[in-house]
């Protein structure tokens, strides 16, 4: 791994870090979303609701990721991972204080905005430590941290809610996203700044009039639907079924392993293949899963269709944030960040209630077999893009 800059530790040290907080800070975020939708529908909310919940982790996110992104770019790293942190483990902890709906509706709110401020910061840091040549491999180990966490996160809180119930399942969480904050507030040195001594600014139609950058952002909201339906029509599907929680966590972690897995040789393919083919195959992969998903009712077929879909889905993020660093002016990775952000919390905030209101009405079929041509038709785009890139 080359030097990149912030001076002090050694890249790969500070790397080290980053994902290790990624991944507590995301196990009490991933968490939080599973054991929501399962305590919602154990108190009869209806799939519409659940969406409305889920919505709410990504309305703020939607209107503020630019407005984070601009400030990550100014005052650096350390100040929004610390305050971030601190603030997601306060949302997840309410519903063990206050349990009922309309604690759900407010940690809901709380947790997304915390999140998206600490995904922006960690992403700008990981840029920051990255030489060019290294960039798409030292995404690929922050994504493994992602996937590491993704696992955790449901498996935890199934197996939590099962055995000890959801308060405390709640309570556990918080102290997962408690962990990263004291960390932080105790590591020691300058936090990594992508960019060092240049001047973030410009306006914000430039980057979205980017060509390539626009190209990417689509894309992103393409893969941003697939995550966000198979994490919100799961816990609904498997209720339906009568799968207890912790099988249903088990199947999402299932999804997780699958990225685990694919993220593990993700550095090998970075050094070897261009971004935009590894992103096409990622996505004709998904578009099989989902096409399959709707055929099948057993836990062991739902399991190996969801570890499918997260090999698909698993590898398709460091390519992204590797093209996104490549397009995007110097000082202002964390304006970038946040439109990529503000992309995937507007898919986050209007399709489960979409989602929501069509699985009502129409069963959860049509939804898998729609996002199927969604992702063929994305997969075509990328696949197109490779040829010219």
Same mark, same amino acid.
């Given at each position: 791994?080359?030097?990149?800059?912030?001076?002090?530790?050694?890249?790969?040290?500070?790397?080290?870090?980053?994902? @290790?907080?990624?991944? +507590?800070?995301?196990?009490?975020?991933?968490?939080?979303?599973?054991?929501?939708?399962?305590?919602?529908?154990?108190? =009869?909310?209806?799939?519409?609701?659940?969406?409305?919940?889920?919505?709410?982790?990504?309305?703020?996110?939607?209107?503020?990721?630019?407005? *984070?992104?601009?400030?990550?770019?100014?005052?650096?790293?350390?100040?929004?991972?610390?305050?971030?942190?601190?603030?997601?483990?306060?949302?997840?902890?309410?519903?063990?204080?206050?349990?009922?709906?309309?604690?759900?509706?407010?940690?809901?709110?709380?947790?997304?905005?915390?999140?998206?401020?600490?995904?922006?910061?960690? =992403?700008?840091?990981?840029?920051?430590?990255?030489?060019?040549?290294?960039?798409?491999?030292?995404?690929?180990?922050?994504?493994?941290?992602?996937?590491?966490?993704?696992?955790?996160?449901?498996?935890?809180? $199934?197996?939590?809610?099962?055995?000890?119930?959801?308060?405390?399942?709640?309570?556990?969480?918080?102290?997962? $996203?408690? *962990?990263?904050?004291?960390?932080?507030?105790?590591?020691?040195?300058?936090?990594?700044?992508?960019?060092?001594?240049?001047?973030?600014?410009?306006?914000?139609?430039?980057?979205?009039?980017?060509?390539?950058?626009?190209?990417?952002?689509?894309?992103?909201?393409?893969? *941003?639907?697939?995550?966000?339906?198979?994490?919100?029509?799961?816990?609904?599907?498997?209720?339906?079924?009568?799968?207890?929680?912790?099988?249903?966590?088990?199947?999402?972690?299932? +999804?997780?392993?699958?990225?685990?897995?694919?993220?593990?040789?993700?550095?090998?393919?970075?050094?070897?293949?261009?971004?935009?083919?590894?992103?096409?195959?990622?996505?004709?992969?998904?578009?099989? @899963?989902?096409?399959?998903?709707?055929?099948?009712?057993?836990?062991?077929?739902?399991?190996?269709?969801?570890?499918?879909?997260?090999?698909?889905?698993?590898?398709? =993020?460091?390519?992204?944030?590797?093209?996104?660093?490549?397009?995007?002016?110097?000082?202002?990775?964390?304006?970038?960040?946040?439109?990529?952000?503000?992309?995937?919390?507007?898919?986050?905030?209007? &399709?489960?209630? &979409?989602?929501? $209101?069509?699985?009502? @009405?129409?069963?959860?079929?049509?939804?898998?077999?729609?996002?199927? &041509?969604?992702?063929?038709? @994305?997969?075509?785009?990328?696949?197109?893009?490779?040829?010219? *890139?």
């Amino acid at each position: 791994m080359s030097p990149g800059p912030g001076g002090g530790q050694h890249p790969a040290v500070r790397l080290a870090f980053l994902v @290790a907080i990624t991944v +507590f800070a995301h196990t009490a975020f991933n968490g939080s979303r599973v054991t929501v939708s399962l305590y919602a529908l154990s108190l =009869q909310a209806s799939p519409l609701t659940v969406g409305a919940l889920i919505s709410l982790y990504s309305i703020l996110p939607m209107l503020l990721s630019v407005s *984070a992104g601009r400030m990550i770019d100014r005052v650096g790293t350390k100040r929004p991972l610390l305050w971030s942190a601190a603030t997601l483990a306060c949302g997840v902890g309410l519903p063990a204080l206050s349990p009922g709906m309309p604690a759900l509706y407010l940690a809901c709110t709380v947790i997304g905005l915390a999140f998206m401020v600490f995904h922006i910061a960690v =992403q700008n840091a990981v840029a920051a430590i990255s030489a060019p040549e290294d960039r798409a491999v030292n995404y690929s180990w922050l994504a493994l941290g992602f996937s590491i966490s993704g696992f955790l996160g449901p498996t935890t809180a $199934g197996l939590a809610i099962d055995g000890v119930g959801y308060r405390a399942t709640f309570a556990i969480l918080a102290v997962s $996203g408690l *962990a990263p904050a004291l960390a932080i507030a105790f590591a020691k040195g300058a936090f990594p700044r992508a960019h060092q001594g240049s001047a973030p600014g410009g306006r914000l139609k430039d980057l979205v009039g980017n060509l390539e950058l626009r190209r990417v952002f689509i894309v992103t909201g393409i893969l *941003a639907m697939a995550w966000d339906l198979f994490y919100f029509v799961m816990p609904i599907y498997g209720t339906s079924i009568g799968l207890s929680a912790s099988t249903i966590g088990g199947i999402l972690g299932s +999804f997780a392993a699958a990225t685990f897995v694919v993220r593990m040789v993700l550095p090998w393919f970075a050094r070897r293949l261009p971004e935009w083919g590894l992103v096409s195959a990622t996505l004709f992969v998904a578009c099989v @899963a989902y096409a399959l998903f709707p055929l099948v009712q057993t836990v062991p077929l739902i399991a190996a269709i969801a570890f499918l879909l997260g090999l698909g889905l698993g590898a398709s =993020q460091p390519s992204m944030m590797s093209l996104i660093q490549r397009y995007t002016p110097p000082g202002r990775l964390g304006e970038a960040l946040g439109v990529r952000t503000t992309v995937m919390n507007t898919s986050h905030t209007f &399709l489960p209630l &979409l989602f929501g $209101g069509v699985g009502t @009405a129409l069963g959860m079929a049509p939804v898998f077999w729609a996002m199927a &041509l969604f992702l063929g038709g @994305a997969g075509e785009f990328a696949r197109r893009r490779r040829r010219v *890139a």
